[in-house]
Structures are given as structure tokens and as C-alpha cells.
């Protein structure tokens, strides 16, 4: 991690050096570089020193360990020690240069005189002239102002030992300690019902209306709307009378105590209703033993 923060450093700092030599006004040494030039220093001596103590840890380990595997591993950690002081080395090396980089480009670009540039007005100076050609003349001038404005495009030309290659090498290890993915920290949550128990008794109690020659959808709809109306807390009761009608459309209810059926029946009835649409199932309550007077049909969808 002190490698990857160094290494950001360097990557700051060179971009902002390289944007002082395009346009020296484009940074701002105060805000942009001097105190990232003083956050980095500070980050290199605390580094140095922690990891120059690791290293002589390290080497004491080697030198007083009587196992064969611990000289190999301390030996592995102290090369990867070695690249961070390099680089944590480099990194200084660059912070002593850059004040004297910022002030040796804000002298070359002061007497640097400002690019003088021509601009082609697009609208008076090509278009309006060209719409008073004609075709055969306009054409040849479109021509050469669209070879003249667009560079140069290579082709796309896939070399077969670059394409194998990329084909073959394994996808990166991405490291989950970079801090780039938050992993999010999931509570517990209260599972909550969407209907209350009070309005599963409503709908039961309107179901158990029905009898053996039947009662539509629509006048279900009409008495829980009526409920509605007359008590708060029953906003969604017509939605949940139109699920359990629909669900004894597929599955019919089966009383194995009175021996009866709750079923929800299809016809050429359609449903009229302002928030529902399809067929009006009839919801017929009766002997188990008596077959259906109309036939389920697929199409009785709500």
C-alpha cells in the first residue's frame, strides 16, 4: 500500500509537470503542487524509516532463524522493500526538482510570444458560398476542404501475433484492498408484509360469500371497495381480493373437512372495472363432488 500511494505520487507530480511545460498557467502552484509536494515528502520520511527498520528486522530474522523456509521468505520481503525505498528514492528526487522545473518554464513561456491563429468561419466563410454554387462546382471544393480537415485515419489491420498473444494471457488479479470497491454493510431488515392480517380477514370473509350458483369478480370488487371507503387501512384490499380470485382461478381451494370447493370460474363475461381488466371470474363456493358449471378457460387472466 506505501508502494501504490508512492507510486500516485509520482503519477501526480508528472502530470503536472507535464502540463506546466504545455501551459505553465494551466497549474496553480499552490493549490496543484505545493501541498502535494508536501504531503509526499512527508509520506517518504515516514516510509523510509518505518521500512528501513523492517529491513533490519528482517536481516536479524535471517541471521538467527533455524528454519530453511524463513531466510527464503525474509529474503522475498527485503527485495520488495529494496523497490519501495526506490521508488520512494525517485519520488524525492522528483519533489526536489519540481520548483525549480515550475520556475524555469513560467521564464521560458513569459517571453514565448502567444501562437497566432487563423479561424475558418465555417457558416459565411464555406457554407453560404457553397449553397450559391451549383452542384458540379460545389462538390469538387467540399472535396478538397473535407481532405484538407480531416487527418489522416490508419486501417485497422489485426497482426496475428499480437491477437494470439492477447488471447492467451490471463486477466489480471484485481486487488481488493485498493479501496476502489466498497463492499456494503447490510443490516438487518425487518421483513414487512405488504397486506395487514386484518385485511387477509377481509378478503376471507368476502370469499366466504360466495355459494354454489356463484358470485362475479366485479361485485367482490364493489364490497371491498365499500370497505374501503368505511375503514382506514384498507387502501389495497381490492388488490388482494383480485390475487386470491385469480389464484383460485389455477387453483381451486379443496375443504377436505366439509368436503366442499372454492373455485374461481371463467365464461365470455368481461370485467368492468376502472383499475382491473379481463374476464369477470365467477367464484363459485360448493360440494366437491359437483362439477363446475362453466369450464376454466386460460383466458381468465385479471
Known sequence: MALRRTVQYAEYIRTRLEGMRRDVRSVNWVRDVQ?????????IEDRINAES???????????????????AQAAELIAILDECLRRHA???ANLQEVGERFRAEQERQTFVPSPSRSYVDLEHQLLEPLLE?????????????????????????????DLITGLMTLPAEQDGEDGLIVEPEFGDAEDVSAFSDEQYAAVESLLASADADGVRLSELLKAARRLIAA??????????????????????RYDP???TMLAALADDSELDDEVFAGN???????????????????????
Open 90 to 92: 525517485a519520488l524525492q
Open 133 to 161: 454554387l451549383p452542384i458540379r462546382l460545389a462538390l469538387p471544393l467540399l472535396e478538397g476542404f473535407t481532405t484538407a480537415a480531416v487527418p489522416p485515419r490508419r486501417p485497422a489491420i489485426v497482426y496475428l501475433p
Open 280 to 302: 369477470d371470474l365467477l367464484v363459485v363456493h360448493g360440494p366437491a363432488s359437483t362439477p363446475p358449471p362453466i369450464k376454466n378457460r386460460p383466458n381468465g387472466a385479471v
Open 35 to 43: 501541498r502535494t509536494q508536501t504531503e509526499a515528502l512527508e509520506h
Open 53 to 71: 527498520t523492517i529491513k533490519d528486522n528482517l536481516v536479524r530474522m535471517m541471521d538467527n532463524s533455524t528454519e530453511d523456509a524463513t531466510p
Open 257 to 259: 373437512e366439509h368436503h
Open 231 to 252: 375503514k382506514a387501512g384498507r387502501e389495497e384490499l381490492d388488490h388482494l381480493l383480485a390475487l386470491h380470485v385469480l389464484g383460485l382461478f389455477g387453483a381451486p
